[in-house]
């Protein structure tokens, strides 16, 4: 009988598995690249253990016993947790853009290095707001949110169902647009700043033509900026931690 039972409670196993695995790849704080994969992998496995009772009477019975049923289940559940994984990671993506914006108008948009929460390349303002949006995912215990879209993903998208693919394509528009949209508004207060200065070096420049004011002014530049980006670092990361949540809130169903 346990020989019997054991292949269909595999084959289910290894269905679960794929959707979380790939979901935690992707997902904000539980899938960045500065956790090793092993890591990563450990956790989706212990996780599909945990809700392989809850989960498991969502699957038709006999898929262990059709190969061709079986590959069309598992491109499903692949495709449904990295729908899921980057719908989560696009939320976290407005660092970035603030970052670039920052650093552009404070003359340092060429001081790059390696994000660490992505391995990638990008400018120290992105990369120190990424890191510093993970850790207060991790202190709110927003990850505990983003691992309910994950397991939640079972009663939005339930297993054998047809992938909407419309809807998914919709979303990531949709996400993308409010990742511009919020880098934008959390920078808004160093475009102003940006302009101010840029205008009154314009005119200090008409007044005196012989003397270099943008090269003497760089340095004042940067530290007004840095002054700037310390008062309003608190305030901005408190307020971009609302969109965070209200953006991994939709991944839950209410």
Known sequence: M??????????????????????????PALGETAI???????????????LYPLVAKTYPPG????????????????????????????????????????????????????????????????????????TMVFVTDLDHLALAGATSSFQLFPPGEWIPVGDFAKASLLLVGEAFQIGIQMSAPFLAFGLVFQLGLGVLSKLMPQFQIYFAAMPLNIAAGMVLFSFLIVTVMLWYMDHVRVGLSRLVPH
């Not at 020989?3 to 997902?27: D, H, K, N, Q, W």
């Not at 090793?36 to 945990?50: K, N, P």
């Open 2 to 27: 346990i020989i019997r039972i054991l292949p269909e409670v595999t084959v289910i196993y290894i269905l679960i598995f794929a959707r979380l695995g790939s979901t935690m790849m992707l997902m």
């Open 36 to 50: 090793l994969v092993q890591a990563r992998l450990g956790f989706a496995l212990l996780t599909t253990l945990i």
């Open 63 to 134: 898929l262990s016993h059709d190969f061709s049923r079986l590959l069309v289940f598992l491109a499903g559940e692949l495709a449904v947790g990295l729908a899921v994984g980057l719908a989560g990671r696009l939320v976290m993506a407005a660092t970035q853009v603030a970052g670039t914006i920052i650093a552009n108008q404070l003359g340092l948009g060429f001081a790059m290095s390696v994000d660490p929460t992505q391995g990638q390349q990008g400018v120290l303002f992105g990369n120190f707001l990424s890191v510093l949006a993970v």
